[in-house]
């Protein structure tokens, strides 16, 4: 059903991937020969598709973002543990401002970024629907939104690009922005593409985005700028769209069969088959040195794996331990068991090494519950019953019982903290989820068991060649020297 959309992300995307230089890789060495293209409906979408298959690059969520989420937290370590690789130094806070998985993160995302600011200049000139001119603004404007989202909570201030960039020297008047301005226009974007987008797709358009997806971005925008009172609101109406729900089985979460299913709100699309669209999670998550136990085409990465910590986090009975992760596998060899934790979130046979169908989960109901419920803890100084019943709705599912009632406020904030993290554990929501409640420095001390955090590793180094190429508009973030 899927592999139209895919197929023609892959053909889109090479519109604006060609010819960038490093300079934000936002401007092309030349300015941009748009005489014969966005002139109609077709153009249009594939522009639009452009935007959607950024979110596939290695810079985005098809590498980068797994290890600013998830590697950097509690939840997962890389296996060279004390190495150099790029995501070992991440994961263990030694990042320099050469680092290149940052480096990727903003080259990609702000290409993606050019092919939103693209669509948004170009479409008022194409003959077409107005209804369809009308959706594709709001899915370049949630997408827009979305890569604004996942920048500023990495690197903080950074430059605010609302229109093409067309040529090198265009691109040195971009300098970076208060993260609040950031979050004010990722606001103002999100706000049209809920009016602009549908409930739902059918057929081959199913996994683009839709109302319910902008309003829980919205939502979760409003939850980590500290506007508590519009969060709540705004993830009340995606309660009350009444077109999403927890499905009944959490493992039924996974299968690549299932994908897009009615817990899903919002995906970052995969697809397997050579066409280079496919996904490398499984083959990066499985144990290194695991050979074909685990995985049965590729190599095994040993990246974001599942941390002691992790591990014992689930409370005894919990439904979603046995869904999330295994303790380790048998050496078929040996017949031994190996215990070496990984995910099992990210299951499939790839097509080739690192070309499988999973997709990479954004948004789900269970999400919105949580942050519903943390929202109403916030707004009320404690928990009300409606923020029980959210909370409680999703432990349900777990199997577990209910909290006990008359939790204070920051009982309720940590179990909420404790909910989230198992609930959705290796979906990139950890590290960001400690950062936004201000817990990462204590939480990350106490997981090292020595004082390897401090609160300016909130944000991550600003990556050096965009420092080199702009050092007047350009700065490095406090506390990275190097």
């Known amino acids: 059903m899927m592999m139209k959309f895919k197929t023609y992300i892959l053909i889109a995307i090479c519109i604006f991937t060609a010819g960038c230089s490093d300079f934000l890789e936002l401007a092309p060495k030349d300015a941009t020969n748009v005489k ?11 522009a639009v ?63 993606g970024i050019l092919a939103c600011n693209a669509v948004l200049d170009h479409i008022d000139g194409a003959t077409m629907d107005q209804a369809l001119r009308d959706r594709f603004i709001g899915e370049a404007k949630f997408l827009r939104a979305l ?22 020297s265009e691109g040195y008047g971009q300098a970076r922005v208060a993260t609040a301005e950031v979050y004010n226009q990722i606001v103002i974007d999100l706000t049209e593409a809920e009016q602009k987008l549908p409930l739902a797709y059918t057929g081959s ?31 009340k109406e995606v309660i009350d769209q009444g077109n999403y729900r927890l499905l009944d089985d959490y493992a039924a979460l996974w299968p690549v069969a299932n994908a897009n299913h009615q817990e899903s709100i919002f995906e970052v699309q995969f697809k397997k088959g050579g066409t280079g669209t496919g996904s ?22 040993g990246r974001n794996n599942p941390t002691a910590d992790m591990v014992a986090a689930y409370e005894r009975g919990d439904a979603r331990k046995a869904a999330s992760l295994a ?35 954004v948004l ?27 909370i409680n709705a999703v432990r349900k599912r777990a199997k577990l019982a209910a909290l006990p009632a008359g939790m204070s406020k920051a009982a309720f904030a940590l179990a909420m903290e404790h909910e989230r993290q198992v609930e959705l554990a290796f979906e990139g929501h950890r590290w960001f989820d400690l950062v936004r409640t201000g817990r990462e420095v204590v939480v990350m001390n106490q997981h090292f068991k020595s004082p390897v955090v401090a609160e300016f590793n909130a944000v991550f180094p600003i990556p050096q060649t965009q420092i080199d190429v702009n050092p007047q508009g350009i700065k490095q973030n406090p506390g990275y020297t190097f």
Not at 73 to 83: A, I, K, L
């Open 49 to 111: 598709n452009a935007a959607y298959g950024m979110l596939t690059s290695s810079g985005e969520y098809g590498y980068a973002y797994y290890n600013v989420s998830e590697t950097r937290s509690d939840n997962t370590y890389n296996f060279e543990v004390g190495g150099n690789l790029p995501d070992a130094e991440l994961d263990q806070f030694k990042m320099a401002s050469t680092n290149e998985i940052t480096r990727l993160m903003w080259i990609d995302t702000y290409r």
């Open 36 to 46: 014969n293209f966005y002139r109609n409906a077709a153009d249009m979408q594939a």
């Open 364 to 390: 789900r109901y269970a999400d919105v519950l949580l942050m519903y419920a943390e929202a109403i803890n916030e707004v009320n100084n404690g928990p009300t019953a409606e923020a029980y019943d959210a």
């Open 280 to 301: 490398s999670f499984y083959n990066n998550f499985a144990p290194r040195n695991s050979g074909t136990n685990v995985i049965k085409v590729g190599f095994a990465g």
């Open 147 to 168: 890569k604004y989202f996942n920048m500023v909570r990495t690197f903080g201030d950074i430059p605010l690009v609302l229109s093409e960039t067309k040529s090198v």
């Open 327 to 361: 303790t380790g596998y048998t050496d078929a060899a040996t017949g031994k068991f190996v215990p070496d934790p990984y995910t099992l979130k990210y299951q499939d046979t790839p097509f080739a090494e690192g070309d499988a169908d999973n997709n990479w989960t």
């Open 205 to 235: 358009d199913i996994g683009r985005a839709t109302k319910g997806a902008a309003k829980a971005l919205l939502g979760k925008v409003y939850l980590t700028s500290g506007n508590f009172a519009k969060a709540k609101d705004k993830l």
